[in-house]
């Protein structure tokens, strides 16, 4: 490379889907961009995070409709259930995206640097490759993408063995017997989900009072419930005191909040404790980069720029929620602002938060605890699935969809759905929020017959207090 082609108008360290994304943006604004990667293109989200456990899901979820299949008239004689063939499979989506992205980044111009990116300061990034050997790149801006990864608690040592972390529990071939999943937040109640569908006794131990402690409590208490039915354990209020590996095993010291205490033997273990911010080896001190006093993810501000002029962050690494659409998001708000061609913002108050098991559970904006602990005038509709129609026909009426409206303005402060398509039908209360739509609107606007669809125009008028079908 010539000098001259060692310089660009933006550098972005990171090709997870905050990085891959904002380097996209830049090339279509006319800058010259570089994207640092170290490993596959597409980051924790592509290759080890939302895509291939989506996939597993999928396989979980058949694997789970084959269990009636008889009520669709199809009998299986000696039918077998192994991991190994969905885990390929879910490599196959995998790398098929994260090729993508490499095709992406031809398309638009974007320069693939493979290595690890660390800051110089003024405006210099260096790049370290395989083979130890270093170029350095100078750039206008400078966009830190670098994500997260696993949480690892002293008493739990994670040796993707026997204690897995997500990315362990990935590349299995095999279901183990027995699995204890520590964390019950929406990493832990998927692979919960997928374990116990490849027949797994599967244990959900979490530290809180309950599981997806995040959501609404109606909805954490509905997951809870499903998922007893098919006899996951659930052990909230309980904490891993210890762990011992040994050739059979792990062997789990539990303790309840009544400091009752349990000893669990299982075959594995997955930690799904939360997620650290990758900030080290980065030269942010030398760039003088400050971080978050809790949580030490990059400070930065509502255009994404950290306190160093040039040096940006986004996504995992510039603090929760961590999702990849709200990476998305950031990378395409600071690289249109950075080129001075946007003028927003990312609007934190409306994130999806998805978790993809059986069944789905999603929401967006307040919920009902927070009505009221914020001392709202607010009410509360709730519209289950065994009253629509096409649900009913999908043999899938398990959940509701629930929403929480401002009773002066009929504002809608929270949507949060369980059950079937509940991720996806989400998008119309994301969508009605954004636009400031009222609950009337929503339900005014005609959804077609018979869908799941129609559950959101009912749990419109629950929250009127005249649902049509319940
Ligand atoms: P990342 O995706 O973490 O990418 C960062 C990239 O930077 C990595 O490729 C890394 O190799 C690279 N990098 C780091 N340091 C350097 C360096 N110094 N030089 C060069 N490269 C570097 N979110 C959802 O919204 N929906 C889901 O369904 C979902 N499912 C998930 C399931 C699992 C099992 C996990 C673990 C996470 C899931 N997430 C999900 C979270 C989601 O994956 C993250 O929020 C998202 O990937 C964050 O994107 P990012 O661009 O900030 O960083």
Redesign the pocket.
């Known amino acids: 490379m010539t000098g001259d082609e060692r310089s660009f108008d933006l550098v972005i ?7 891959y994304v904002a380097a996209i943006r830049g090339a279509q604004l006319g800058m010259r961009v570089a994207c ?5 293109l ?4 592509l290759n ?3 895509i291939p ?2 996939a597993l899901l999928t396989s979980a979820s058949f694997v789970q409709e084959m269990r009636r299949s008889e009520s669709h008239g199809v009998v299986f004689e000696n039918a077998t259930v192994s991991l190994g063939p969905a885990q390929e499979r879910s490599r196959k989506a995998a790398d098929q995206l994260n090729r993508g992205v490499g095709h992406l980044f031809k398309k638009n111009g974007v320069s693939h640097l493979q ?4 800051l110089l300061g003024e405006g210099k990034v260096e790049v370290e490759g395989a083979g130890g050997e270093k170029a350095v790149y100078r750039a206008d801006h400078v966009v830190i ?4 990864r696993p949480r690892d608690l002293p008493m739990l040592k994670i040796d993707e063995g026997k204690i897995w972390s ?1 990315t362990g529990a ?1 590349f299995q071939k095999e279901a183990p017997k027995s699995l204890a999943v520590v964390g019950a937040g ?2 832990g109640m ?1 692979f919960a989900d997928i374990y116990s569908a490849y027949g797994s006794e599967v244990h959900v131990i979490e530290m809180l009072d309950r599981v997806l402690p995040l959501e609404d409590k109606e909805s954490s208490a509905a997951v809870a419930r499903s998922y007893k039915k098919r006899k996951i354990r659930i052990l909230t209020s309980t904490t891993v005191q210890a762990s011992e590996v040994s050739d059979a095993g792990v062997k789990l010291n539990l303790k309840d909040k009544d400091g009752k205490e349990e000893v669990l033997e299982v075959e594995r273990v997955l930690s799904a404790v939360g ?1 650290v911010p ?1 900030t080290e ?2 030269g942010l001190d030398t760039a003088g980069v400050r971080l978050t006093e809790r949580g030490g993810f990059i400070q930065v501000d509502r255009y994404l720029r950290t306190n160093v002029e040039g040096v940006y962050a ?4 510039a603090g929760p929620p ?6 998305s998001h950031e990378g395409i708000v600071c690289v249109e602002h950075l080129a001075g061609e946007g003028h927003g913002t990312v609007d934190y108050s409306n994130i999806p938060n ?1 978790t ?1 098991a059986h069944p789905e559970v999603a929401s967006v904006g307040l919920t009902e605890e927070q009505a009221e602990a914020e001392g709202l005038d607010f009410e509360v509709g709730k519209f289950p699935w065994v009253g629509n129609g096409r649900a009913v026909a999908s043999g899938d009426t398990e959940g509701f969809i629930k929403v929480i409206r401002d009773r002066r303005y009929s504002e809608i402060l929270g949507a949060h759905i369980v059950g079937p398509h509940a991720t996806e039908l989400i998008a119309e209360f994301v969508i009605g929020r954004h636009l400031e739509s009222t609950v009337e609107e929503l339900e005014k606007a005609m959804h077609p017959h018979p869908t799941l669809s129609e559950g959101v125009a009912e749990g419109a008028l629950a929250a009127l207090g005249r649902a049509i079908h319940v």
């Not at 597409?42 to 989200?45: A, E, I, Y």
């Not at 986004?314 to 690494?317: A, P, S």
């Not at 961590?322 to 990476?327: D, E, F, I, W």
């Open positions: 360290i990171g090709s997870g889907p905050g990085g640092v990667e170290r490993e596959k597409g980051g924790v989200c080890i995070g939302c456990t989506k290595g690890i990116g660390r993408a670098t994500g997260s997500s990935l929406a990493v998927e997620r990758n080896g980065l986004i996504g995992d690494v961590l999702l990849a659409h709200k990476a998805c993809y």
